[in-house]
């Protein structure tokens, strides 16, 4: 069969048999909002028969494709069907490079999450014609991802295009319907390129935990309707719990949202938090999200399995049961009244101090929980004053005891997929610069306890603990009393350099104020180091 033949032969059979990939023009329709697009998964447009025998979808050429092909390798021609980057320079691309890139950043974001899925795919890349050997599947590094070369992940047959028989167009609608899931989550769903978020305010109930677990009733509303009255929590107060990550996203509950969620359906907001007090009744502006999206309810049912699966739902229970909760109340609740929306946890910031709303109704007008459109943009983390009044205050005993201890407990839930990645790429870069043998990963303090990264540098030991809380403060709170720890109980390290807080979120000027006032004051070289996940990148200065 000649290459115009066997990609009109893999459209029908896709129809035919009912192949998943049979779905691809609708699925641009539906999530790239084109409007005039072919049935047909290849075009005659995107069928290439000249010095290379190839095809790629159609629409392919600005996006990841969907393409099969000949290759020769060693002096013997193979069949390629797989995903491609192709970053070859053409009219209607002239600078594939910058517009690949976020799509690119997608994929290795979901490589890093869903490495199990990549276990039978093969990866190679192209440069100036040059065929690479074939690789294990790895996040795209920057020296492929350049100007004219070609990357692919996928497999290959071992015949040449003109003898391929239909089994083998089976074994290729096969891995397109393998891929797919790779292509909706870097394409499809690739909320930055594809979807203008809207701004919104969004009020969610009261918590005293970080809005990481159930806090109890103190400070919730006091409405004898609400759910958060009734039943003793709120299903907002796990909202910054990004302990719980599946395929890349943290699932929530938003109560404004839940009334329109049909018109929200998969569309983006950018929106401001803010919460309110009701013993005090005072309201503050919590944090953002940038980029969440509103999931349909059969999502919904597949995130309640997984997390039954995980036995997330079993902890949430003793979570409920601790602060006095209906438990039975969340058991029966629904999965879509559990979940409604999703967020990647590097597009959300818990403010390390709740800052005031002074003029409610000019700012936000309503104490309702509504969705509600704004002009505002991102509310900005304030700068904490630099003095402090304290002065000692008798207290009396008024209210239970596990009120009390949710009152003043504070934790937060770091999440330990972003810890992986950030140890990964830390480690790669200090090796970098010290050699593998002075790098350490989980090192033993001698003790029951482990450093997360380690160095033996020319000028002393450095030790490196990962904080992954949503919060910058919060993670240097946590952080600190570990590194004190390991670096001087129950004795001093010889030869100590420096102590490094490490975390995925820039520093804020308050927070660098705070580490540097401590190294002035006392002899400890506490600093902080942020590493952006994304781009695979260490920050050059230590904060």
């Not at 891995?175 to 919104?200: H, M, Q, S, T, W």
């Not at 109704?361 to 304030?382: G, M, N």
């Not at 209210?399 to 937060?412: D, Q, R, V």
């Amino acid at each position: 069969m000649k290459i115009h033949d066997i990609a009109e032969k893999i459209n029908s059979l896709a129809t035919e048999r009912k192949f998943k990939i049979s779905q691809l023009q609708e699925l641009r329709k539906e999530f790239l909002h084109k409007k005039k697009l072919p049935q047909k998964i290849f075009s005659n447009i995107t069928i290439f028969d000249n010095k290379e025998l190839y095809a790629f979808h159609h629409g392919g050429r600005v996006e990841m494709q969907f393409n099969f092909g000949e290759e020769i390798i060693n002096g013997k021609t193979y069949t390629r069907y797989a995903i491609c980057f192709s970053l070859v320079p053409s009219h209607s691309l002239s600078d594939p490079v910058s517009v690949l890139k976020p799509i690119k950043d997608r994929f290795n974001e979901y490589l890093n999450s869903n490495s199990e899925e990549f276990k039978k795919i093969k990866m190679w890349y192209y440069k100036k014609d040059q065929r690479s050997d074939n690789y294990t599947p790895h996040p795209i590094p920057e020296d492929w991802f350049q100007i004219n070369n070609f990357i692919a992940i996928g497999n290959l047959i071992e015949k040449p295009l003109s003898q391929l028989n239909e089994d083998d167009l089976i074994q290729i609608l096969n891995g397109f319907d393998n891929y797919l899931p790779i292509y909706k989550y870097c394409v499809l769903e690739n909320k930055i390129n594809n979807k203008i978020a809207e701004k919104r305010i969004a009020r969610i109930c009261w918590n005293e935990n970080n809005w990481s677990f159930p806090s109890g009733r103190h400070g919730k509303s006091p409405q004898p309707n609400s759910h958060e009255r009734l039943q003793g929590y709120g299903l907002e107060e796990w909202l910054f719990d990004i302990e719980k990550v599946i395929d890349g996203y943290h699932y929530v509950f938003l109560q404004p949202i839940q009334k329109g969620r049909k018109s929200y359906l998969n569309k983006h907001f950018d929106i401001n938090l803010y919460s309110r007090n009701s013993e005090t009744g005072e309201s503050y502006w919590i944090g953002y999200i940038k980029n969440l999206e509103v999931i349909s309810k059969e999502d919904a049912n597949k995130i309640y399995t997984e997390y039954n699966r995980r036995k997330w739902l079993q902890e949430m229970t003793y979570q409920i049961k601790s602060v006095d909760g209906n438990v039975e109340n969340f058991n029966g609740l629904n999965p879509d009244e559990i979940f409604n929306a999703r967020f990647n946890p590097k597009d959300a910031l818990l403010f390390n101090s709740k800052i005031k709303i002074e003029d409610f109704e000019k700012e936000i007008k309503t104490p309702r929980y509504q969705f509600i459109k704004t002009t505002l943009t991102q509310v900005k983390s304030k700068v904490v004053s630099k003095t402090r009044h304290f002065k000692f205050k008798p207290s009396t005993y008024k209210k239970s005891f596990a009120s009390i201890t949710s009152h003043h407990k504070e934790k937060a839930v770091q999440s330990e997929v972003i810890h992986n990645k950030i140890q990964e790429i830390l480690y790669n870069h200090l090796i970098s610069i010290y050699d593998k043998k002075n790098v350490g990963i989980e090192t033993s303090t001698g003790l029951s306890t482990r450093i997360d990264v380690s160095v033996k540098s020319p000028d002393g030991i450095i030790l490196y603990e990962i904080k992954t809380f949503p919060s910058v403060l919060i993670s240097i709170r946590n952080a600190i009393g570990q590194l004190l720890e390991y670096a001087y109980y129950p004795n001093p390290i010889n030869g100590l350099k420096n102590m490094v807080i490490v975390s995925h979120l820039p520093i804020d000027i308050e927070s660098k104020e705070y580490l540097s006032f401590i190294r002035k004051k006392t002899s400890l070289r506490i600093f902080y180091l942020s590493v952006d996940i994304d781009n695979k990148r260490v920050s050059d200065v230590l904060e």
